[in-house]
């Protein structure tokens, strides 16, 4: 296990090697977020049992990355509005060069080795229109729950694996099948547009709005996003917000407590493989 790990920190690590150079090239804004900062933070690298990497950028820094065309042999832009793979908003930036087994909902399925991109968004300043956003973004998150349904199977051990809401959801969709009435990519499409009404740049908060968190866990001060500054990372730098300390706290509480001994494991049971020559890299 400890080898096969390895192996995927290793390959991650080469990707967000090609996403950073990629950003200078292109004069776009990015920001390690979540596990990924915290290991840079506490552990100048990765958190020793870690098997994915996250990042932030702006949603105008990340429109453009998902524009971008001359990408690196190998490397490939993947969202979804391009795969039915994906259940939440990120950029997959992937690395065809791997192959990863990820168990999603009691499935196990091989996908490309990638690296998750988070758009960040505005949040309204005045009172009333964020009282309004929070109501239209939680109406828009439960959509897409619903909508979730349609890609999964639901003969599945996913009633095992997920939270309250998702168990309520599911036993709920078994009586009335809402959820044929979603289609996913239209749920995220909303999603977005709800999402981007409010410019990074122009307000004083900012949300990542598709947060696997409770619904305003991700909501800074914007004020915490200027002046990012380079934190060592294994053999690397990356960018991340200044006041690491905010950031963390807010996230994580008592960040630089470790987890049980039993807590310290990947989060997604992930086997890696190197692609053959002669194997197809799509």
């Known amino acids: 296990m400890e080898k096969n790990l390895k192996l995927m920190q290793d390959a991650m690590l080469e990707s967000a090697k090609v996403f950073a150079k990629l950003c200078e090239e292109h004069h776009l804004r990015y920001y390690m977020a979540a596990g990924t900062f915290l290991g840079a933070v506490r552990h100048h690298g990765f958190i020793p049992w870690d098997d994915d990497m996250d990042f932030y950028m702006p949603r105008k820094d990340y429109q453009k990355f998902l524009a971008i065309k001359d990408l690196p042999k190998n490397f490939y832009i993947n969202h979804y509005k391009t795969s039915n793979k994906f259940i939440n908003s990120p950029i997959k930036f992937e690395n065809t060069s791997y192959k990863i087994e990820r168990a999603i909902f009691g499935n196990t399925e091989e ?28 109406i828009a998150k439960l959509r897409i729950r619903f909508a979730r349904l349609q890609i999964h199977d639901k003969n599945n051990d996913m009633k095992k694996n997920r939270g309250a809401l998702e168990k309520i959801i599911y036993n709920f969709d078994k009586i009335i099948p809402i959820s044929k009435l979603f289609n996913f990519k239209k749920q995220m499409e909303h999603l977005d547009k709800i999402l981007m009404k409010n410019d990074f740049d122009k307000t004083q908060k900012i949300i990542f709005g598709d947060s696997s968190y409770s619904l305003l866990k991700e909501l800074y001060d914007r004020e915490l996003f200027k002046d990012p500054v380079l934190y060592d990372f294994e053999d690397t730098k990356f960018y991340g917000v200044k006041n690491y300390d905010l950031y963390l706290t807010q996230l994580y509480g008592d960040y630089q407590k470790l987890p049980p001994i039993e807590e310290q494991k990947g989060k997604h049971n992930i086997k890696i493989r190197k692609v053959k020559e002669n194997e197809s890299q799509n």
């Open 111 to 138: 996908w490309n080795l990638f690296i998750d991109i988070q758009p960040l968004d505005g949040y309204p300043d005045n009172k009333l229109k964020a009282f309004i956003f929070k109501i239209r973004l939680k």
